[in-house]
């Protein structure tokens, strides 16, 4: 990548389904945050996709099954809050762990969204942010993904740990949406002179499907 980023670790990893370099990536960021003091601060920059390539099975399940269940979901129809509920409850990192693992420094996260509706929690399975699904019953999602479900993620989703909350975690800050990036487009389009017809950011499916709605 040149000097440019000769001050940046570029981590690259697999997406839509994690890989070892998932894996990789996220035990070298957990390794990042280890042993701060009450006096530093972690800046966290999240956007989507990082459910994906920051990937760190949660004990007992191993990085197969975190891969077979995301292609469960992905082909599941499912809305992205409860694929999210999901690997959270499958993850040792996301919902609000790194920030839990950051401990006591401050966390200050700036994140990107393509979540519909911008719940900040979402973003990435919110690795900054306190899982809001901690309590929900899986137990239909585990039912609808059917017995292709590897067995140790069925059983940690019927059956969750209690996992430490992120108490140091700051509010997350949304520095780009889908409905800026909507309002962008269409500003550009009026001024080409077209008359763009904005659908809004809430739209969730197959776009191929979705363009004929």
Do not use: W
Not at 75 to 81: F, Y
């Amino acid at each position: 990548y040149g000097d440019n980023y000769r001050h940046i670790r570029i981590l690259e990893a697999g997406h839509p389904v994690p890989d070892e370099n998932s894996v990789d990536a996220a035990k070298a960021i957990l390794e990042c945050v280890q042993g701060l003091g009450p006096d530093d601060m972690v800046l966290a920059l999240i956007s989507g996709g990082g459910s994906a390539a920051m990937c760190l099975p949660a004990p007992g399940v191993s990085l197969a099954d975190k891969q077979a269940t995301n292609r469960l979901l992905l082909a599941s129809g499912l809305d992205i809050r409860t694929m999210n509920a999901v690997r959270r409850r499958i993850s040792a990192i996301k919902g609000g762990q790194l920030a839990a693992a950051a401990a006591p420094a401050r966390v200050f996260t700036l994140a990107i969204s393509d979540i519909p509706g911008d719940d900040a929690r979402a973003i990435a399975s919110g690795p900054t942010a306190p899982d809001p699904d901690a309590a929900l019953d899986l137990t239909n999602i585990v039912d609808s993904l059917g017995p292709d479900l590897p067995d140790s993620v069925r059983h940690i989703l019927l059956h969750p740990a209690k996992k430490q909350a992120p108490g140091n975690a700051a509010p997350i800050v949304l520095i780009a949406t889908p409905a800026l990036a909507l309002a962008a487009a269409a500003a550009k389009a009026r001024s080409l002179g077209l008359e763009p017809v904005v659908q809004g950011d809430a739209l969730e499916g197959e776009s191929k499907d979705l363009a004929y709605s």
